[in-house]
């Protein structure tokens, strides 16, 4: 399964360096710029690149997965030293490619050639930060001068987190902070969804993001900050599975994401009404919040849309089509993953409760599937063995008898120790290749009778 993850995390690298050329409208000489500029930015060949394109337009996310290789072999991996100064190199000229880099390394002798392959050393780069796109985002300190928009709807969607008021949650009845997570169009400034929620975590965001596209179908991309709510493995998987760019906002740079700060900006006065009515409960703020969008900001005109036309008319009057994925893609990409092992009982421990995966996997590490929403029933997966439904442990008024250990599991027959024969080889070997000692003491000396 761990070659599964792998192949997963393998396909959405592609899927991403793949976005450029998977935008509507391209003419030929525009393909070829963007394929140069692709080649040129990550080290791979045209061929390659028109492979992983052909696969893509084929079999999808699926089709760019590498195809099973096995385990791979310890005399692949990199030694760190060779690594340290691959780094060096990358650092010395950061636009130095993963070929120019292999060959100094080869004619300075460090390595034989043909020791380290390309696509290896390529990840071990981008395990460490090195990458070509990392050398590029640190050394691009330059921000815009004007102002930007996309010409159609779906094209690029921003997001962020704007914190809330306090209210009166949980049992306790104690206050404590909301959180509005909203989800904006670029062409059009339209809100696609917008939320006040309980706490600050990436599945606020993830909630925030499937109601969005159920509603109004799937972006080109997507573009967020750096909180730690956006840069998630799972957002990665899930924009990877519905063929969506992942673009994230240079670090520490504020104005990359000036729209979703602008509207956070004119929320500021919602709030200061919603205090005069003093909501009680989530619901009640979030009632308060749909009203006030529709009416004071979805259907007022806005000055940064042409005509002074607002929002909901720019967005409803956009002849781009809308692309709606099938309930089943959308099911899979909002899925999570997580790593388990199975103790000596064959259950797992998740979320708190006990769930039964078998004897046979006794001692294994496990991946669980499952949807955060419903934990009722997880989906088990491990290499060999087609996935499977885990539900929750029962316990009952009595005990069951345990049950057997399956035969791959129970004590094996044995005639004789192997360990005692074996070290009574080596023991008789060692005592055959032995030298036996020289006694000086029984050389006599010429001319003495004594010894």
């Known amino acids: 399964m761990r070659d599964q993850k792998k192949a997963d995390e393998i396909a959405e690298q592609r899927v991403q360096i793949l976005s450029p050329l998977l935008a509507e409208g391209l003419d030929s000489a525009q393909a070829r710029q963007i394929k140069a500029r692709i080649c040129e930015q990550t080290g791979i060949s045209e061929r390659t690149l028109r492979r992983y394109l052909a696969q893509y337009r084929k079999d999808g996310f699926s089709g760019l997965k590498p195809k099973g290789k096995g385990e791979r072999r310890s005399d692949e991996a990199i030694p760190v030293n060779i690594l340290e100064q691959a780094i060096l190199l990358r650092r010395q000229v950061p636009s130095r490619s993963i070929a120019q880099i292999i060959q100094i390394l080869e004619w300075e002798g460090l390595v034989e050639p043909g020791q380290i392959k390309r696509s290896t050393l390529q990840e071990k ?82 909630d925030a993001f499937r109601q969005a596209i159920l509603k109004y179908g799937v972006p080109e991309k997507v573009y967020f900050d750096n909180g730690s709510q956006y840069r998630t493995k799972w957002m990665k998987r899930a924009c990877a599975k519905m063929g969506i760019r992942l673009l994230f906002a240079k670090p520490y740079s504020p104005e990359a994401t000036g729209k979703s700060e602008r509207f956070n900006r004119v929320v500021d006065s919602f709030l200061a009404e919603a205090v005069l009515e003093k909501p009680q409960t989530l619901d009640k703020l979030n009632q308060l919040f749909e009203v006030w969008l529709e009416e004071c900001y979805q259907n007022k005109p806005h000055s940064g849309l042409e005509g002074n036309i607002s929002p909901q008319t720019a967005y409803r009057s956009d002849r781009k089509s809308l692309k709606f994925l099938d309930p089943e893609t959308i099911a899979s990409a909002f899925l999570h993953c997580e790593e388990r092992k199975v103790d000596k009982a064959g259950c797992i421990s998740f979320a708190g409760k006990k769930y039964e995966v078998g004897l046979t996997f006794i001692g294994c590490k496990v991946d669980v599937i499952y949807d955060p929403a419903d934990i009722s029933e997880l989906t088990i997966e491990y290499e060999g063995h087609k996935p499977f439904k885990a539900k929750e442990l029962v316990i009952g008024e009595r005990s069951a008898p345990r049950p057997k250990l399956p035969e791959h599991l129970q004590k094996a027959p044995a005639d004789s120790s192997r360990l005692l024969n074996a070290a009574a080889r080596k023991n008789q070997e060692r005592k055959e290749t032995q030298i036996p000692a020289v006694s000086y003491r029984k050389v006599r000396k010429e001319g003495e009778s004594h010894v």
């Open 125 to 206: 780069l981008a395990e460490r930060g090195y990458s070509a796109r990392h050398m590029r985002m640190y050394a691009d300190t330059g921000t815009a001068a004007r102002r930007y928009q996309k010409k159609y709807r779906n094209q690029l969607w921003h997001s962020d987190i704007k914190y809330g008021p306090y209210l009166p949650i949980g049992k306790d009845g104690k206050k404590k902070q909301v959180y509005l997570v909203t989800f904006v169009d670029d062409a059009t400034r339209y809100i696609l969804h917008g939320q006040f929620y309980p706490t600050l975590d990436q599945v606020i965001v993830e």
